[in-house]
């Protein structure tokens, strides 16, 4: 059974210049620790200057065996709209089977329901990821895979319920990939956010994954660090 440690949030660090009014969590791990998340689940966290990606320090996230390990951020309130953005770098991933895959961020109704998904998987020599919605009229919709060369990238996802219908929209590196729009939302809304490898099939996968510069907000798109 996971370890689900329970954290006292402190002050969030928000890095670079930005002071967005619609921010809602930020964190980039300046602290040296994970103590500006709600809740870790699992172990295998370490923040180093060594995972930075974005300014002194980055969190690495080990992958040498199959358990979830993920961090929580409650400080969604009800989100009908929410943008995420972060970094993350496969340098360090040692094997990864052809097709293995996990989920690395996860939009939370309450505190079990996935409104949305984040899927990492290994594609040979490169990577892949893609986002699922879910409607609630089919199940979940997805967008198509799109490609991840090895080495650093920047993600964002933006969700949004628009009076019972729903979109997801994909970016890599800046560039928009995809939009599944007209999906069955209801009351749909964001209470928290998992953010770290969990679920899927990744037995046999070893190394670690770097992720920095977590950033969310409730409209604006966020793009990189400045």
């Known amino acids: 059974m996971n370890n689900r440690k329970i954290l006292i949030p402190r002050l969030l660090p928000v890095w670079g210049t930005s002071t967005m009014p619609d921010l809602i969590f930020a964190d980039g791990f300046e602290s040296g620790d994970t103590g500006a998340w709600s809740q870790e689940v699992g172990t295998g966290f ?14 690495s996230v080990d992958l040498n065996n199959d358990n979830a390990r993920y961090l929580i951020d409650q400080t969604p309130d009800g989100e009908t709209h929410y943008r995420v953005r972060f970094y993350l770098d496969t340098a360090n991933i040692t094997t990864m089977a052809n097709g293995d895959a996990f989920m690395l961020l996860r ?27 879910l409607d609630e009229a089919v199940g979940y919709r997805g967008t198509s895979l799109y490609a991840l060369s090895a080495g650093q990238h920047y993600l964002e996802l933006e969700w ?23 999906l069955e939302a209801g009351s749909q809304a964001v209470d ?17 994954l ?12 966020i793009g990189p660090v400045p």
Do not use: C, H
Not at 108 to 133: E, K, W
Not at 160 to 182: A, E, F
Not at 212 to 221: E, G, H, I, P, T
């Open 46 to 59: 370490t923040v180093t200057s060594g995972a930075a990606l974005v300014g002194s320090y980055g969190l």
């Open 107 to 133: 939009g939370v109704q309450g505190t079990s329901s996935g409104l949305f998904n984040l899927i990492f998987r290994s594609a040979g020599s490169t990577y892949q990821v893609y986002a699922l919605a």
């Open 160 to 182: 949004q319920n628009l009076g019972g219908t729903s979109s997801l929209s994909l970016w890599i590196d800046g560039m928009l990939k995809q939009t599944v729009s007209g």
């Open 192 to 208: 928290e956010v998992w953010f770290g490898p969990w679920g899927g099939n990744k037995v046999g996968t070893t190394g670690a």
């Open 210 to 221: 770097n992720l920095d510069a977590f950033q969310s907000q409730r409209v604006n798109y």
